[in-house]
């Protein structure tokens, strides 16, 4: 099994950027898809970013494309969510999240996610 860590989150001014960071140990990273989601305060959790175990291929929620990127160094067993451009609707803690096996269909789905940091708040102040 894997456990992850985020860092990287913190207050910034709406127009700012911030860069997530998602460490992990345990079983090495490459063997796992990987995945962004966040919760705002009485939502439920969201699709933010995810990508394939070799970093080929992400896929983004509409909310953040163009704006957000993932990235992954497999050596150093960490994953990034780059946000730029930040508005006040991406207030929310965002979690990382890792999966074995997942299909291209499925990766916005949190339920095939079987490993789940603690979280990391971002508040984007207008």
């Known amino acids: 099994q894997v456990q992850l860590v985020e860092s990287g989150g913190g207050l910034v001014q709406a127009g700012g950027s911030l860069r997530l960071s998602c460490a992990a140990s345990g079983r090495a990273l490459s063997s796992y898809a990987m995945g962004w989601f966040r919760q705002a305060p009485g939502k439920e959790r969201d699709f933010v970013a995810s990508?394939?175990?070799?970093?080929?291929?992400?896929y983004y929620a509409d909310s953040v494309k163009g704006r957000f990127t993932i990235s992954r160094a497999n050596a150093n067993n960490t994953v990034y969510l780059q946000m730029n451009s930040l508005k006040p609707e991406d207030t929310a803690v965002y979690y990382c999240?890792?999966?074995?096996?997942?299909?291209?269909?499925?990766?916005?789905?949190?339920?095939?996610?079987?490993?789940w940091g603690q979280g990391t708040q971002v508040t984007v102040s207008s």
């Open positions: 999240a890792a999966t074995i096996s997942v299909t291209s269909s499925r990766y916005s789905d949190p339920g095939v996610y079987k490993y």
């Open positions: 990508i394939t175990r070799s970093g080929g291929s992400a």
